[in-house]
């Protein structure tokens, strides 16, 4: 979890929205996001709806009903647009 961390706080540092929100763990569990697809050159609204403390991942389900049950947020980098994502620091 140690090595997670260290990757996640350095990506985040570097400007990574999607590392910043994977620091905030459970905290971004209900954020909207919408995910990039290179191969459909679009943007796919979605909602984060669980974390796994152990792996450090979260679960996306898509507005079209597509499941990603392991995302490892801070990978992926420009791919993800996050609504609001100040507010959920605050929370």
């Keep these: 979890m140690l090595f997670f961390s260290l ?3 350095a990506a985040a540092r570097k400007g990574s929205v999607s590392a910043q929100l994977a620091l905030l763990r459970e905290k971004a569990v ?4 919408e995910i ?6 679009k943007f796919y609204p979605a909602t984060i ?3 796994d403390n152990q792996h450090y ?14 995302a490892k947020l ?5 791919n993800l ?10 929370q």
């Design 49 to 51: 709806t669980a974390f």
């Design 30 to 33: 209900g954020q909207r996001v």
């Design 7 to 9: 990757q996640i706080l």
């Design 81 to 90: 647009l996050v609504e609001n994502i100040n507010d959920s620091y605050e």
């Design 74 to 78: 801070w990978e992926l980098r420009v």
């Design 57 to 70: 991942l979260h679960r996306i389900e898509h507005d079209d009903g597509d499941i990603e049950p392991a």
């Design 36 to 41: 990039y697809w290179h191969a459909d050159k």
